[in-house]
């Protein structure tokens, strides 16, 4: 089987897919955090590696196996899950599906926080390095770069200011209004630069499989220079 996988149309590519949540430390026994199955990025990390890619996974805690044929780092904190992803340059694409904690404590405590000091604590937050971002406007620019959305509503207004704001190529903007997060099931728009698809509700695993056959397609018109 592993020579059928290394002729796929995406044989000798390298990807990136950044799944899961991430942890930010509020001391050693909390951290603030985001709701993720982690579901769809491993299906995508491991659709890509059906198609011959030679696939990295970046991903924050989950209970879900490697991939067969997926390498995957394990990380905890945005800053930990952006240098795992920079290490992982040059890439031919990447496919950022992580909920990224948007912000995290300004200082993680190096003692546990005790409940009789000095009452309740204030959390302050810093934001956290946009991973898409940096990786989409960085120097080693992989060719094709993919961000997820996820949107409570106006999905497909939010998704093309996110393609301009973090400078991707493409977005897959998800509903998460209904039951997507954690579910089997997803319901997702692809957009890019001047298209629109709309897929139709389908397993988490065929969503992934229908982008990689997108991305085989993407690259392919696209040799690496
Ligand atoms: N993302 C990232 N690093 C962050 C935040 C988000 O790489 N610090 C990526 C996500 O993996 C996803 C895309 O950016 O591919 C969009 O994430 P989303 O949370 O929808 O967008 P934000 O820019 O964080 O905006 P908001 O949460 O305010 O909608
Ligand atoms: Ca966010």
Redesign the pocket.
């Known amino acids: 089987a592993l020579a059928l996988l290394s002729d796929g149309p995406l044989k000798g590519k390298k990807a990136l897919v ?1 799944a899961g949540p991430t942890l930010e430390a509020i001391d050693p026994v909390r951290f603030i955090s985001n709701r993720s199955s982690g579901k769809q990025g491993y299906a995508i990390a491991a659709a890509l590696a059906e198609l011959g890619a030679e696939v990295t996974l970046v991903s924050g805690p989950t209970n879900l196996a490697v991939p067969q044929g997926v390498k995957r780092i394990a990380v905890e904190s ?1 800053e930990e899950m952006l240098a795992a992803s920079e290490a992982a340059l040059p890439l031919d694409v990447a496919v ?5 904690a ?1 912000w995290r404590p300004a200082q993680a405590a190096d003692e546990k926080i005790k409940k009789d000091k000095a009452g309740i604590p204030a959390i302050s937050l810093v934001e ?5 971002a940096t990786l989409a406007k960085g120097k080693k620019r992989p060719k094709l770069v993919v ?4 949107e409570t509503e106006n999905l497909e207004a939010h998704a093309r200011a ?1 393609i301009a704001k ?1 400078g991707c190529d493409w977005i897959i903007a998800n509903d998460v209004s209904g039951d997507v997060m954690g579910g089997a099931e997803n319901e997702v728009l692809l957009i890019t630069k001047d298209s629109a698809e709309t897929w139709p509700r389908m397993a988490k695993e065929a969503v992934a499989r229908k982008l990689a056959e997108k991305i085989a397609a993407e690259l392919g018109a696209k040799p690496r220079q």
């Not at 956290?128 to 898409?132: G, S």
């Open positions: 950044t945005a950022m599906v992580a909920a990224v948007d956290t390095p946009d991973i898409l961000g997820f959305a996820a996110k973090k």
